[in-house]
């Protein structure tokens, strides 16, 4: 199996930083994409940042300028860099992988048990 641990939440004044961390571990093949998403109370969960094997990364609108992705491929681990942090980032940020997993070599997507975000006015 494989697991994503996150780390790095918290609360945080508007205007402040925070980074997330995500390490994958198991029976890792190969990871292709890592990213995080983020769910508010109510709302459906949606995409902050993408970040491929290859280097190359997706924002959203919402977060661009603010927000960094970013990679160690060996440790496994994607970061999110939260900087001029607002009330409404407030929200439980999830890990996802898209993993070969090396029981079987097929395709999986892996999710992080979540970490809240908490921005104060």
């Known amino acids: 199996q494989v697991q994503l641990v996150e780390s790095g939440g918290g609360l945080v004044q508007a205007g402040g930083s925070l980074r997330l961390s995500c390490a994958a571990s198991?029976?890792?093949?190969?990871?292709?994409?890592m990213g995080w998403y983020r769910q508010a109370p109510g709302k459906q969960r949606e995409l902050v940042a993408t970040h491929t094997s290859g280097g190359s990364t997706n924002y959203a609108d919402y977060v661009k300028g603010r927000f960094t992705i970013y990679r160690d491929n060996a440790k496994n681990t994607v970061y999110l860099q939260m900087n001029s942090l607002k009330p409404e980032d407030t929200a439980v940020y999830y890990c996802?992988?898209?993993?070969?997993?090396?029981?079987?070599?097929?395709?999986?997507?892996?999710w992080g048990q979540g970490t809240q975000v908490t921005v104060s006015s």
């Open positions: 996802n992988a898209d993993v070969f997993y090396s029981g079987d070599y097929r395709r999986y997507d892996y």
């Open positions: 198991g029976s890792i093949f190969r990871i292709n994409a």
